[in-house]
Nanobody, 128 residues
Framework: VQLQACGGGLAQAGDSLRLSCAIS????????SGWFRQTPGKEREFVSA????????????DYADSVKGRFTISRDNAKNTVYLQMNNLTPEDTAVYYC??????????????????WGQGTQVTVSS
């Protein structure tokens, strides 16, 4: 299983970016995908997660408080791709963003540990 994250780049405060995470090698009829971000010297922190079942029905979405109302996570079943739409970006959103996936459900989906598969990370830089 491989995860390919892309869509990062340079943005100004208030701009929008959309990150994509394409999952190849295996199709999970049910599972969880998450987005995390990390800045130098800090631990990887939870941004958002989405759970789906039975081939694609979304059962749950969750967001970190810092991005609620600005970020939206979604999934395209046909493309086996998870998206993170990021609106009204702020300099505090600057980080390397990682996507993750796992076929199991975990009550600790907001932590990195439950995820078996990870993408390579994509840099998001927001200037004021």
């Amino acid at each position: 299983v491989q995860l390919q994250a892309c869509g990062g780049g340079l943005a100004q405060a208030g701009d929008s970016l959309r990150l994509s995470c394409a999952i190849s090698g295996r199709t999970f009829r049910s599972g969880t995908s998450g987005w995390f971000r990390q800045t130098p010297g800090k631990e990887r922190e939870f941004v958002s997660a989405i759970r789906w079942w039975n081939g694609g029905s979304v059962s749950y979405r969750d967001y970190a408080d810092s991005v609620k109302g600005r970020f939206t996570i979604s999934r395209d079943n046909a493309k086996n791709t998870v998206y993170l739409q990021m609106n009204n970006l702020t300099p505090e959103d600057t980080a390397v963003y990682y996507c993750a996936a796992d076929r199991d459900y975990s009550s600790s989906y907001y932590l990195p540990d439950p995820y078996q598969y990870w993408g390579q990370g994509t840099q998001v830089t927001v200037s004021s």
